[in-house]
């Protein structure tokens, strides 16, 4: 069986301020994800909100849509440092994010009065059947908290911890389409899906699921510097992490808030 990789001291505190903060409001699951489109002097920053979704292989518990194991022999969790969203593989944050990863993130935990800005690099993981897969390059093996990690088994497990309503999203035509263009009435589509095939109620509702798990697509970040503010404490605080790209390893230093 696989063996827990260490892990930086903010992930445990991530975790940590994300469980006491969903005890106060469940809406601090959401941060401001920032991209980047274009190039030379035409760049252009795009940002928009995303749901956490956890860290890669994060889990409650086993049969949950995966294969992947939970814990190696000594009862370790079998996470990583990666931090986990999802998108619609047609979509505007997809593409730029093809073309450039380099991203930042803003995390504003109200409750507790802290602050998260994280900088890294983001990549696209899409279903094998996307024909344009090959436009995503996904450094599997670099981003996997074990070896023989199964990536497939983690969107499936995603997808399937999505709520109906979300599911059913990613059957819609692309995103940003004009009704106009499209042609069709949204209340036409399906509002709600289960989450697997297995579970559809006909053929049609099969076919449906279907394609929305092809255009369902994670980002798993890989982050390089972490920056939390306490606002909380008397006197404030703050923490940098910095990721040494030479030795791999994780510097830990305190700032002037």
Not at 25 to 49: C, M, W
Not at 78 to 89: E, H, M, N, P, R
Not at 120 to 135: D, E, R, T, V
Not at 200 to 223: G, P, R, S
């Amino acid at each position: 069986m696989p063996k827990a990789l260490p892990l930086p001291r903010w992930v445990d505190v991530l975790r940590d301020l994300v469980t006491r903060n969903l005890k106060e409001n469940k809406d601090l699951i959401s941060y401001a994800f920032a991209t980047h489109e274009g190039q030379a002097q035409n760049v252009q920053p795009r940002v928009r909100y995303v749901v956490h979704r956890g860290f890669v292989n994060e889990r409650r518990k086993d049969g949950d849509g995966s294969d992947n194991d939970v814990k190696d022999p000594d009862g370790n969790e079998l996470i990583s440092d990666k931090l986990v969203v999802t998108t619609d593989a047609r979509s505007p944050k997809a593409r730029q994010l093809a073309s450039s990863p380099s991203i930042e993130l803003a995390w504003w935990l109200a409750s507790s009065q802290h602050q998260f800005r994280i900088v890294g690099n983001a990549y696209i993981l899409p279903s094998p059947a996307l024909s344009s897969s090959a436009a995503f390059p996904f450094p599997a093996a670099k981003l996997a908290p074990y070896e023989g990690f199964d990536w497939e088994h983690e969107r499936v497990r995603q997808f399937r911890k999505l709520s109906p309503e979300l599911r059913a999203s990613f059957f819609r035509p692309v995103p940003g389409t004009k009704i106009e263009e499209w042609g069709g009435k949204m209340e036409d589509l399906p509002q709600t899906l289960p989450e697997s095939v297995e579970e559809a109620k006909n053929d049609e509702q099969k076919k449906q699921i279907e394609q929305a798990l092809t255009n369902f697509a994670l980002i798993v970040i890989d982050c390089t510097l972490v920056d939390l503010v306490d606002l909380g404490s008397m006197p404030n605080t703050r923490t940098l992490w910095t990721l040494d790209s030479s030795s791999d390893e994780w510097k830990e230093e305190a700032l002037v808030p």
